[in-house]
T-cell receptor, first 110, second 114 residues
Framework: LAKTTQPISMDSYEGQEVNITCSHN???????ITWYQQFPSQGPRFIIQ???TKVTNEVASLFIPADRKSSTLSLPRVSLSDTAVYYC???????????FGKGTRLHILP | DADVTQTPRNRITKTGKRIMLECSQT?????MYWYRQDPGLGLRLIYY???????NKGEISDGYSVSRQAQAKFSLSLESAIPNQTALYFC?????????????FGPGTRLTVL
């Protein structure tokens, strides 16, 4: 199973762009990269997923370099409501299990 | 996600009691999971099931058991609750038919064992 490493915490200010990088050096060929967002006392919520290059949706962008050994979640113009824990996961549906790490605790300041 | 429901939402019990947490889903997904989350820690997988006849242990299955009563229902039991099982418990589902295996989580059950 591919292990991921991401910063434990980050602070930013409202209106800024926030980039959270996740390292996954032993990613396998079939693995997808998925990011989840979790607010206190709620279940994680899917944000974005990608396999290679760049993916963008209405919430975020995901940048994946050619070697796929890392990925960067980009949140444009954050607001206070983006304060949450963000998890980076790597895996494939045939895996026995996909592991959630401790995530990155993002704190947005006014 | 309203498609995944958990009952009860909060439970306080005493050491040694048997507790069952229930999860139901209307998403039609084959896969279901039980996680626990402790303060400051990420989610840890307890059990998972890929279909009604398939049950697998996760990272921390000791002290827990599960039952997959139907495709839509997956229950977690604590046979004899102990205080260090106090945690937030989440159920999740995913669709076996998709390669991406995106998981959809319930609202959680906060369990306190005194």
């Amino acid at each position: 199973l591919a292990k991921t490493t991401q910063p434990i915490s980050m602070d930013s200010y409202e209106g800024q762009e926030v980039n959270i990088t996740c390292s996954h050096n032993n990613i396998a060929t079939n693995d997808y990269i998925t990011w989840y967002q979790q607010f206190p006392s709620q279940g994680p919520r899917f944000i974005i997923q990608g396999y290679k290059t760049k993916v963008t949706n209405e919430v975020a962008s995901l940048f994946i370099p050619a070697d796929r050994k890392s990925s960067t979640l980009s949140l444009p113009r954050v607001s206070l409501s983006d304060t949450a824990v963000y998890y980076c996961l790597v895996g494939y549906y045939r895996d026995d299990k996909i592991i959630f790490g401790k995530g990155t605790r993002l704190h947005i300041l006014p | 996600d309203a498609d995944v429901t958990q009952t009860p939402r909060n439970r306080i019990t005493k050491t040694g009691k048997r507790i069952m947490l229930e999860c139901s889903q209307t998403k039609g997904h084959d896969r279901m999971y039980w996680y626990r989350q402790d303060p400051g820690l990420g989610l840890r997988l307890i059990y998972y099931s890929f279909d009604v006849k398939d049950i697998n242990k996760g990272e921390i299955s000791d002290g827990y058991s599960v039952s997959r009563q139907a495709q839509a229902k997956f229950s977690l039991s604590l046979e004899s609750a102990i205080p260090n099982q106090t945690a937030l418990y989440f159920c999740a589902t995913s669709d076996l038919g998709t390669v991406s295996d995106t998981q959809y989580f319930g609202p959680g059950t906060r369990l306190t064992v005194l």
